[in-house]
Nanobody, 124 residues
Framework: QVQLVESGGGLVQPGGSLRLSCAAS????????MAWFRQAPGQEREFVAA????????RYADSVKGRFTISRDNAKNTVYLQMNSLSPEDTAVYYC?????????????????WGQGTQVTVSS
């Protein structure tokens, strides 16, 4: 059973930074793709970023390119999302997701496992 546990959310002022973590357990993740999605109140879930566990290829939503960075620590089985230059439009619950396969899909339905989410609020 794959388990994903997110942490690192919180309240931050506009222009600030946060780093989210996703600790993964229950599998050997070398062939997995990992992703971050987010969902704001009243809006649909949207893709943020994805990374191949092996090799480290990445993909980003246009809205976060240049501001967010996804990375992974193989030794810790952890994926990170470094978020810089945050704006109120980034306020959402952020979810970590995993799929058994290397393709970096931007559609949530392609991912098999999900964490419980962590709230990010950007406000002054």
């Amino acid at each position: 059973q794959v388990q994903l546990v997110e942490s690192g959310g919180g309240l931050v002022q506009p222009g600030g930074s946060l780093r989210l973590s996703c600790a993964a357990s229950g599998r050997t993740f070398s062939r997995y793709a990992m992703a971050w999605f987010r969902q704001a109140p009243g809006q649909e879930r949207e893709f943020v970023a994805a990374i191949r566990w092996s090799g480290g290829s990445t993909r980003y939503a246009d809205s976060v390119k240049g501001r967010f960075t996804i990375s992974r620590d193989n030794a810790k089985n952890t994926v990170y999302l470094q978020m810089n230059s945050l704006s109120p439009e980034d306020t959402a619950v952020y979810y970590c997701a995993a799929r058994d396969g290397s393709t970096l899909y931007i559609v949530g339905a392609e991912y098999d496992y999900w964490g419980q989410g962590t709230q990010v609020t950007v406000s002054s």
